[in-house]
């Protein structure tokens, strides 16, 4: 069959219009296994159907495109990088999506070989239309650019042609077609500083990332919504935390917070800027970053008593990252009553909330008694135990309807029954329920009991 694929493609090769053998192409191709047209590899005329998408017909370039998707799989990635450039860099600047989409995946198995990369590097041309699908208006494709330029970024020469060339203004050019484009260069940039200290030092000197902390201690509220996203993504790394401190960005983040009170937009960027400090506490050290800035964990407890879901949810998430540590947990038990009025808080909204907020309620409930570092401490059974209606909802399988929730509250309820002190807080047959629960396993139900009516069907 792969034979018969190969002399197909000879056929088309010969048409101007040749819908039908496209189409019976198509069928052939498809049938055909992998390994058998790999086999046929070096007999595959390919430059024909790159040329047909070059028409302004639909069908014919629908047609084209999923025939090249089976049949270039069969190709070496560095017989594409030389023998198909042109055809490449043409399927970049084309007027149908699928066509650019279709390239910059066969881009992304080049920049992937360690051999054809090279091809790449050395054709700024190619690499300039990469940059240029950051700015269209379909969002798979410049996913599809951003993530070939970011395995560029991976080795020296790819750092140097991004940042040493021409390729640098025409990033910056794409920045200027819209403030959703401007976000996609950074979240480029970002995922390359990531990389190594040598990859963050080469973006800082492009100028792009002091662009974009510029913008997130800016006066624009949104725009700091969608920067402090980014920033928590370099934070993930020591190299980026390090760099971030350095600069007085870790201060500035936190003196935003400070006077977050008085602007009366801060529910746009304060859950972002609440959640930075909360993964920065578990990378670095709870203990530390509280201490340092005091404000956080302020706010985290302001976040929880507040009536809006957004804020309550947030304070909820912070709390169950802190209590992943042992370090954490002494943290929030050194707050005394105000971690318990926290707490409390809690076991209400797990009651009373939303079912999505629920989950999130018994996630961070289940994070803090993990460990016996405080399973084994009383006081905070104490107050689950004392929270009304707490223990009948922990022992309720009818409250939770979907997967997720079961988990969450098996998760909160093994938590309970393998600590040394529930009996004795919780009381010696509530005790054996959550030993009960604990054998049943998460998705149990309980039977049905029916009667047999005489003459019934």
């Not at 084209?64 to 017989?79: D, G, N, Y």
């Not at 910059?104 to 990369?117: F, P, T």
């Amino acid at each position: 069959m792969a034979a018969q694929a190969v002399s197909l493609l000879r056929e088309v090769a010969r048409l101007e219009a040749p819908l039908e053998e496209l189409r019976a192409l198509q069928s052939v191709v498809q049938a055909v296994p992998l390994h058998e047209l790999r086999e046929q590899a070096a007999e595959l005329r390919l430059r024909p159907l790159f040329s047909l998408l070059n028409q302004n017909n639909r069908e014919q370039t629908a047609l084209c495109v999923s025939i090249l998707e089976r049949l270039l799989q069969a190709v070496e990635p560095i017989h594409l990088a030389r023998n198909l450039r042109l055809d490449l860099q043409r399927g970049l600047t084309h007027p149908d999506d699928s066509v650019k989409t279709l390239t910059l995946s066969q881009i992304g198995r080049i920049v992937e070989d360690s051999e054809a990369v090279t091809e790449v590097l050395s054709n700024a041309e190619l690499l300039r239309q990469v940059v240029c699908c950051i700015g269209g208006e379909n969002l798979s494709v410049a996913k599809a650019a951003i993530k070939s330029l970011s395995r560029i970024s991976l080795t020296q020469a790819g750092l140097e042609a991004l940042f040493e060339s021409n390729l640098l203004d025409d990033l910056k050019n794409v920045m200027k077609t819209n403030d959703v484009v401007r976000y996609r260069v950074y979240e480029l940039i970002i995922d390359i500083s990531s990389v190594s200290s040598e990859s963050l030092n080469y973006c800082t000197t492009s100028g792009l990332v002091t662009q974009l902390l510029r913008e997130l201690t800016g006066e624009d509220v949104l725009v700091r919504a969608t920067c402090i996203e980014m920033v928590t993504s370099l934070a993930y790394t020591h190299h980026g935390r390090q760099y971030l401190a350095q600069e007085g960005v870790i201060d500035q983040i936190s003196n935003i917070i400070v006077g977050a009170d008085s602007d009366p937009f801060s529910g746009f960027y304060l859950p972002g800027f609440v959640k930075f400090f909360g993964n920065l506490a578990v990378m670095d050290s709870p203990q530390q970053i509280c201490e340092r800035y005091p404000v956080f964990l302020e706010k985290v407890f302001a976040m929880a008593d507040s009536q809006d879901p957004t804020m309550i949810g947030v304070a909820v998430d912070t709390v169950g990252i802190l209590g992943s540590s042992v370090e954490g947990k002494q943290v929030l038990q050194k707050t005394g009553t105000r971690f318990e009025r926290l707490l409390t808080r809690i076991g209400y909204q797990a009651k009373n909330a939303s079912t999505e907020l629920k989950i999130r309620c018994l996630d961070a409930v289940s994070s803090l008694l993990y460990l016996s570092a405080i399973a084994n401490q009383p006081w905070a059974q104490k107050l689950m135990f004392n929270s009304p209606g707490f223990v009948e909802f922990v022992m309720d399988r009818s409250v939770e309807h979907d997967k997720t929730s079961k988990d969450a509250k098996y998760e909160l309820v093994k938590a309970l029954a393998n600590s040394k002190t529930v009996a004795e807080i919780f009381g010696n047959s509530n005790y054996l329920r959550l030993r009960t629960y604990l054998s049943e396993g998460p998705y149990y139900v309980k039977p049905v009991a029916t009667t047999a009516v005489e003459g019934a069907d």
